[in-house]
């Protein structure tokens, strides 16, 4: 919903809204919120709403701890799954210090600001998502197992598909709020599901990848089952992964017209982003889990291009006119803070359009079953966490466009997840007391 200021208070005061929600990520892509009082929102506005930052991993320490929640008009939307009565509204907020500065973790700001590079250069980017994510019954206590819901496969119905209502309670409540799912289905795995969303811009489209996944969680819950978007949660089974298509136009023409092979700013911004794909991993593939994925089930490990080869990095679709219209990331996982994810894609791509990258040659291998001497031939994403946060700690690319505050607390936050993992006695164990219920 695009509003102004008066108009969101206008809305509040005529539709009997007694709770307001202000929603922000932290670093890792985590959401947060304080409810406040319809009688609070002038305030809000002008003012922000002070929140104690210290208590928030990754954010700020205790002697310089106050931060402000300013909400953004635009992204008003109503809950459905709240009383009718009495209603419950949510905006996303930007992030700033008490002198007005924004936060330097704000990811709102940080892809504002790439989005704003990208108009300035002349060009138009939108984003849609296509997210996997697990259904796991709950015990008799009401605490998520890892039994799956159901035993369905790939585009399986009813009865082997036992998710076909949440799937369809799940989108029903995303058009009420607003946002547009394109298709659902059964994914490959037991318990496994997937929705598509049609494509928006950069900052909407990661708006919209946080309320997704909250009303994933949320419908789940109300139907006695829990969602799980961690990558691998299950040995021996697909793991879920993020698939994000990226369309760009400069002067209302795609980047990648009159066809790939002659679009020379299209193939550069491709170029720029496989350049940078390990530097981003750790954004990307953030868990310790992220790196059971890698490498089986179709999810990529090795930086390539493709236009129909499922496994290298990215892929640019040819489609039925035989034309490229967009690009797709195949490697990263629904765990991301979407926010930093996106800008740091428009910068990398923005920037091997400045510096007119050449595109290295498709890869039209399997490197799932290619042999060694073939997979030899291309660079691979880091295998672990822990090279992860290497890789990106020593990227200039990644200090020139992410503030030193917000880079070293989230490295050091990565490094902590890893090495506790690394030192303990079940590193399965440990790993899903530490990540499984939180994502």
């Known amino acids: 919903m695009d509003a102004t200021m008066s108009e969101v208070v206008q809305f509040i005061q005529e539709n009997d809204v007694k709770f307001i929600r202000l929603a922000f990520c932290d670093i890792f892509g985590n959401q947060k919120n304080i409810a406040i009082m319809p009688t609070e929102l002038t305030r809000a506005f002008e003012q922000g709403i002070h929140f104690n ?49 924004p936060f330097e973790g704000d990811g709102r700001h940080l892809l504002r600001e790439a989005s704003r590079r990208a108009r300035r250069a002349g060009y138009a980017l939108t984003m849609g998502t296509a997210s996997e994510f697990y259904l796991f019954e709950l015990d008799e206590n009401g605490h998520p197992t890892t039994i799956p819901h159901d035993h369905g496969e790939y585009f399986d119905v009813a009865p082997l598909d036992k998710a076909e ?17 394109e298709s659902s289905h059964h994914e490959q795995g037991p318990g496994q599901n997937e929705v598509d969303f049609r494509y928006a811009e950069a900052l909407e489209a990661a ?6 996944k909250w009303v994933v969680k949320s419908m789940a819950s109300s139907s006695g089952l829990f969602a799980s978007f961690l990558p691998k ?25 009159p066809s790939f092979e ?11 982003i496989l350049r940078r794909a ?30 129909r080869n499922r496994s290298p990095f990215l892929t640019v679709p040819l489609a039925g006119d035989g034309l490229a219209h967009r690009m797709k990331v195949r490697a990263f996982d629904g765990c991301i803070n979407p926010y930093i994810v996106f800008a740091l894609l428009i910068h990398a791509g923005l920037d091997g359009i400045e510096q007119q990258l050449p595109l290295p040659p498709a890869c039209d291998e399997n490197l799932f079953t290619a042999p060694d001497s073939v997979r030899a ?11 992860a946060v290497r890789c990106a700690e020593s990227s200039e690319f990644v200090a020139r466009y992410l503030p ?19 030192l303990a006695d079940d590193r399965l164990a440990a790993e899903r007391a530490l990540y499984f219920e939180r994502y």
């Open 262 to 272: 002659q679009a020379a700013e299209g193939r550069s911004f491709v170029a720029g």
């Open 207 to 212: 708006d919209n990848f946080v309320t997704f």
């Open 53 to 101: 930052a210290s208590a928030l991993r990754g954010f700020l320490n205790v002697d310089d701890s106050d931060l402000l929640l300013f909400p953004d008009a635009a992204t008003l939307s109503v809950l459905p799954w709240r009383p009718a009565q009495g209603r419950v509204v949510r905006f996303y907020c930007d992030i700033r210090y008490p002198d007005g500065r």
């Open 404 to 422: 030193k505050k917000a880079r070293d607390a989230f490295f050091a936050a990565k490094q902590t997840e890893h090495d506790r993992i690394a």
């Open 165 to 181: 209502n949440v799937r369809r309670q799940i989108c029903l409540t995303l058009e009420e709020m607003g946002i547009q799912p």
């Open 233 to 257: 949660p299950l040995q021996g089974a697909p793991g879920s992964g993020l698939h994000l298509s990226i369309s760009i136009l400069k002067d209302g023409k795609n980047l990648f017209h």
């Open 377 to 387: 031939q291309y660079q691979s994403l880091p295998a672990s966490l822990c090279d």
């Open 278 to 307: 390990a530097e981003m991993t750790i954004f990307g593939n953030p868990l310790t889990n992220s790196f059971q994925r890698l490498g089986e089930y179709e999810a990529p490990k090795y930086i390539s291009w493709s236009h």
